[in-house]
C-alpha cells in the first residue's frame, strides 16, 4: 500500500520583546509596549498552535489523500537554535500533552531563503507535502487547515503533476503556502524583493511562468499592524458569540484572553460621507 507522509509546518519564531510584531509597538506607529506585543505574539502563536494540532487530528481521522495508512505531523520551524528551546519551552509548558513536533532550524540570509530552506529540508525529510502557516493567524481554523491539505491532494491527482495552494492575506500578501514535493516552486525575490511586487502577485507569476498547478483558498487574516489588530479583534469576539450556538466552532481562546487583559477596544471614525441609498457613487 502506498503510503505518503505529510507536514504541517509552523514557521515562526520565539516570542521575544524588541523582536516581535514590532509594527505594532509605539515607536513604529503602534500603540503596544514591546513587551505588549511579544505577549500578544505568544497568544496568537499558541492558538495557532491548538489549530493545528486539531487540524492533524482531523486529517488522520479522515485523510484528505484518501489514502488510509497516510501520516500527518506537526513541524515548527524557526531560524535558530535559541528560537526552537524558546518554542519547544513555550509549547510544553501551555499544552498538557507533547506536541510531538519535529523541530528544524531554517538558514539562509533573508526571508526567502529561510522560507525555500525550510521546505527543502521538510521534503529531504520524506514529506509529501507540507503546508506551511505562519503563528500570527489567530483567526485561522482547524476546518481551514484541513481543507488546504484536501485541496492540494486532489489538485495533484487532478493535474498529474506538483501542485500548490495559498490562501491570501488581506494586504496581498499570502498567509498559508502548500506545496506537493514535484511543485518546481522557488520563493526567490517572492518576500525580499525591492521592486514593490506584493508576495500574492509575485507567487502567481512564478506559478505561472513554472506552469505550477494553484490552488487559492479564501482570504486568512494575519495581524501585522494596528489596524490589523482592529479586524482581528472585531473577528475574534463574534467567533467567541457563535460559539455559543456551535458547540464544536473554534475561537483562539488564549488570543481572546490576552485581547480582554489589556483592555483594546475596536473603533472606527464616524462617516460623515455617507451617500443616500439613491445616490450614484462617485
Known sequence: MNTKKHALSLFTKKPQPGTTKTRLTVKHGGSLSDEEAADFYRATVLDVATAALEALRLCQQKPPDNLGNSTYELCISCSSDND????????????????????????????????????????DQGYYSVICIGGDLPTISPGFIYGAFEKLSFLEKETGKGAMVIAPCQAAGVSLVGLTRDAPMDFSGVFYNMDGVPALDAITKIASERQIPM??????????NMEDMGHAIALIQAMHYASGFSPDSYFPEHTLSWINKIGLVVSTPPNKNHDPRGDIDG
Open 84 to 123: 526552537r528551546q524558546g518554542l519547544q519551552g513555550l509549547f510544553d509548558c501551555s499544552f498538557s500533552e507533547a506536541l510531538n513536533a519535529k523541530y528544524i532550524v531554517d538558514h539562509g540570509e533573508n526571508f526567502d531563503q529561510h522560507f525555500n530552506s525550510h521546505y527543502h529540508q521538510l521534503f
Open 215 to 224: 490552488a487559492l483558498l479564501g482570504t486568512q487574516a494575519d495581524v501585522d
